[in-house]
């Protein structure tokens, strides 16, 4: 017996989860996860330059 997932299981499992949400309720999921893993670096960005900001003000005085 074959471990594991196969390529039709996969598919399976896609057709299931279209037929059950909708394509355009799962197009509107996709968009909604871009743009919290967008704002989720920009803001991890932002925060290391504030540090190495803070970080260099502190080394001047």
């Known amino acids: 017996m074959l471990s594991g ?3 039709w299981s996969i598919l399976l499992i896609l ?3 279209v037929v059950l949400f909708g394509t355009k309720k799962l197009r509107n999921i996709g968009s909604d996860l871009g743009a919290a ?3 989720f670096k920009k803001s991890s960005r932002e925060d290391t330059t ?3 900001n803070i970080d260099d003000n502190n080394k001047k005085t």
């Open 5 to 7: 997932i196969s390529p």
């Open 15 to 17: 057709i299931i989860v």
């Open 37 to 39: 893993m967008k704002s």
């Open 50 to 52: 504030t540090e190495k």
